[in-house]
């Protein structure tokens, strides 16, 4: 029986990681619309000179703007469900050229 619980857990678990988007993913369904145009004073994506000055606030300040809006982005962005890792993850790879 605690082998057959075992293997329900970690197959849960292994479907949640299978389906789990990627930063890329994420950037396209939450972050593109205002990132990708510099829409409403929002930094582009990948332009490390408009990023350096909020980057030099530190991440920690980055993730609270974020979740707490920022200037003219909304509270958490477009990214409702998205964690701190995940907004720290997107933060990285918008603020990095490619």
Not at 48 to 63: Q, S, Y
């Amino acid at each position: 029986m605690k082998g057959m619980v075992a293997g329900i857990a970690l197959a849960l678990v292994m479907g949640s990681a299978a389906h789990a988007a990627t930063v890329e993913e994420r950037y396209n369904a939450s972050c593109t619309f205002c990132h990708s145009t510099g829409a409403a004073g929002a930094p582009k994506s990948h332009d490390e000179a408009a990023w350096k000055p909020r980057m030099d606030k530190g991440m920690d300040t980055m993730v609270k703007h974020v979740k707490e809006g920022f200037n003219a982005m909304p509270p958490k962005g477009m990214c409702n469900d998205c964690s701190d890792d995940e907004y720290r993850a997107l933060i990285e790879y918008m603020s990095k050229s490619k």
